[in-house]
């Protein structure tokens, strides 16, 4: 006999676009007014600042795109940098990065873009 398997509520919220959400040749515009006005960059050291944006512009070729599985060994390794100096700034570079219900990390403003994107092209 088969227990009766109930759902286990989240209290994470749901992905904001579908999961096999893909760039397929659309580029990543920065801001770049928005970008140095932010609190994470003005927050950031000026050695995590490189890195902050190899996050943000590698997070666009993910599937779905502008996401991060939550590894940071894994996106330490994408990105180019040693794991370890990765984890030892970890704060500053996943700052804004929250995880959702489908497991994986999102930025706001990233998801914006990736919103802005789907309108663009007929999509959402």
Known sequence: ???????VPSNLP???YPADTKANGFKQEID???????KTWAM???ECRPWLLMI???SWR???CGTWEPDDDYIAA?????PEWFNGH??????GWTRHADGLLYHAFISEQVREMLHRRGGA
């Open 1 to 7: 006999m088969i227990p009766n398997l109930k759902a």
């Open 14 to 16: 749901e992905p904001p």
């Open 32 to 38: 770049l007014d928005r970008l140095m006005s932010s």
């Open 44 to 46: 950031a050291d000026n």
């Open 56 to 58: 943000w512009f590698l």
């Open 62 to 64: 993910n599937v779905p």
């Open 78 to 82: 994408r990105i180019g940098c040693k």
């Open 90 to 95: 970890r704060e500053q570079l996943m700052r």
